[in-house]
């Protein structure tokens, strides 16, 4: 990415058990990719002003400056689990004290001015600024599309909310967890990425809101999802009930799926024609089993199917960046403005 910007590359190294090795470290990656020049180091986790002065004197023989030495603050994490960093909007209470904490930590022990220099360096990006695209239908209102948020669906991309809007989409977030009944006049919904293995029991408790789901699903309104949405909508999630709209058993296992694919759409949906090809990732520690005779979505590679399409919902463990294919949301936004009012 560094690259691709032309930005300069501060290199954070973790110092908490090095020595002069720390100039070795990064003397390695400064040399390793001309085409990314390292400019600085800044040292994490200095245990002492004594270790400070051996790291920087360690430093001192690579001609890299040194940006700051943030001493080791123990109070401060960032806990994880099975997926990685565990979302700030799942510990609201501690995440932002945290924050603050790191800002005085960092104010004390870096040279902001330097690296507000350095970062004043880069050169201009090239090209305009990105901007949605799109041409609302003018015969349609625009219809309502409902995008899950909070702790169990904290993973998406804000472009995406903004092609729907550029397509003529009014976007309104709900929570399942704790909204019980879907935006009035929803016509199409939208299930990102999070959590909800870690919240499973809260989404089944909340069996207003998957009936309305289902119902919505049933009428025929677009509905896409993909992971966690896959996941809140197939009929259970380690054995407890979900919306049921995919005749799919879900449920948590040790084998970690990761990657970057390449798809092509095997079935025609309301985000793709059959045989477009997008580019996305997945990440996930669950499986779900389908009935058989569904339609998949995605094929990844010959032979690897994935995904679901049934009527006008489609679900699937990829996750893509609607920037990079932004006919979905004018395809997906012209679905729901077909859909009838309830």
């Known amino acids: 990415m560094a690259r691709l910007?032309?930005?300069?590359?501060?290199?954070?190294?973790?110092?908490?058990?090095?020595?002069?090795?720390?100039?070795?470290?990064?003397?390695?990656?400064?040399?390793f990719d001309p085409r990314t020049p390292v400019a600085g180091v800044i040292l994490n986790r200095v245990a002492s002003d004594r270790h400070e002065r051996l790291l920087r004197d360690a430093l001192a023989g690579t001609g890299l400056p040194v940006y700051g030495a943030i001493r080791r603050a123990e109070g401060i994490i960032t806990p994880s689990r099975h997926l990685g960093l565990i979302p700030a909007a799942e510990r609201a209470s501690m995440a932002g004290p945290a924050i603050d904490q790191m800002g005085v930590l960092i104010a004390?022990?870096?040279?902001?001015?330097?690296l507000l220099a350095l970062a004043r360096a880069a050169p201009a990006l090239p090209g305009p600024a990105w901007e949605p695209p799109g041409e609302p239908d003018p015969v349609h209102l625009a219809p309502v599309v409902a995008i899950a948020g909070g702790a169990a669906f904290t993973f998406g991309y804000t472009e995406q909310a903004e092609l729907l809007a550029?397509?003529?989409?009014?976007?309104?977030?709900?929570?399942?967890?704790?909204?019980?009944?879907?935006?009035?006049?929803?016509?199409?919904?939208?299930l990102g990425g999070g959590f909800p293995e870690m919240h499973a029991p809260g989404l089944s408790a909340n069996l207003r809101l998957r009936e309305q789901v289902a119902a919505l699903a049933a009428r025929g309104a677009?509905?896409?999802?993909?992971?966690?949405?896959?996941?809140?909508?197939?009929?259970?999630?380690?054995?407890?009930?979900?919306?049921?709209?995919?005749?799919?058993?879900?449920?948590?296992?040790?084998?970690?799926?990761?990657?970057?694919r390449l798809a092509a759409a095997v079935t025609d949906s309301v985000l793709a024609r059959a045989g477009?090809?997008?580019?996305?990732?997945?990440?996930?520690?669950?499986?779900?089993v389908p009935a058989a005779g569904d339609?998949?979505?995605?094929?990844?590679?010959?032979?690897?199917?994935?995904?679901?399409?049934?009527?006008?919902?489609?679900?699937?463990?990829?996750?893509?960046?609607?920037?990079?294919?932004?006919?979905?949301?004018?395809?997906?936004?012209?679905?729901?403005?077909k859909v009838p009012s309830t």
């Open 295 to 337: 339609r998949p979505a995605w094929q990844l590679r010959p032979g690897t199917a994935e995904g679901h399409v049934a009527g006008s919902v489609i679900a699937s463990y990829l996750h893509t960046h609607w920037a990079g294919h932004p006919a979905a949301a004018a395809r997906f936004t012209a679905a729901c403005a």
């Open 166 to 190: 550029a397509a003529g989409a009014r976007v309104i977030p709900f929570d399942p967890l704790r909204d019980e009944d879907l935006p009035a006049d929803t016509a199409g919904l939208i």
């Open 5 to 31: 910007l032309g930005a300069p590359v501060v290199l954070v190294v973790d110092a908490a058990r090095a020595g002069r090795s720390v100039a070795a470290l990064a003397a390695g990656f400064a040399g």
């Open 108 to 114: 004390a022990h870096c040279d902001l001015d330097a």
């Open 276 to 288: 477009d090809v997008v580019h996305g990732h997945e990440f996930h520690r669950t499986a779900a």
């Open 222 to 260: 677009p509905v896409a999802a993909e992971c966690a949405g896959l996941l809140y909508l197939a009929r259970t999630l380690d054995d407890l009930p979900m919306c049921g709209v995919l005749d799919v058993r879900a449920a948590m296992t040790p084998r970690l799926t990761l990657g970057y």
